[in-house]
């Protein structure tokens, strides 16, 4: 059974950092991508940044140079590194992972709070 754990969250001030993490096991597929969706209350659930396999990113726009999104293949680990974080960073953040096709299944974490205060 596939599990994704995430660590990392918590309160900070605006204008600080968090470095989220989420270790990926029991897979027995190929991951096509992993990467980080969010969700504040209120709002639907969108991407923050995510990574392919061959390690291309794309991040959503409201987070661009403020957030990196890595992975450790090894460990089957990704990270976000979230800087320069703004109260509108305020959200439940869902790591997330996607096989390759023609599955693409997909595959979520439980969800960690990230909250910024101003």
């Known amino acids: 059974q596939v599990h994704l754990v995430e660590s990392g969250g918590g309160l900070v001030q605006a204008g600080g950092s968090l470095r989220l993490s989420c270790a990926v096991s029991?897979?027995?597929?190929?991951?096509?991508?992993m990467g980080w969706y969010r969700q504040a209350p209120g709002k639907q659930r969108g991407l923050v940044a995510r990574?392919?396999?061959?390690?291309?990113?794309n991040y959503a726009d409201s987070v661009k140079g403020r957030f990196i999104i890595s992975k450790d293949n090894a460990e089957n680990t990704v990270y976000l590194q979230m800087n320069s974080l703004k109260p509108e960073d305020t959200a439940v953040y869902y790591c997330?992972?996607?096989?390759?096709?023609?599955?693409?299944?997909?595959?979520w974490g439980q969800g960690t709070q990230v909250t910024v205060s101003s």
């Open positions: 029991g897979v027995r597929f190929s991951i096509n991508a």
């Open positions: 997330w992972i996607i096989s390759t096709p023609p599955a693409n299944t997909q595959f």
């Open positions: 990574i392919t396999s061959d390690g291309n990113t």
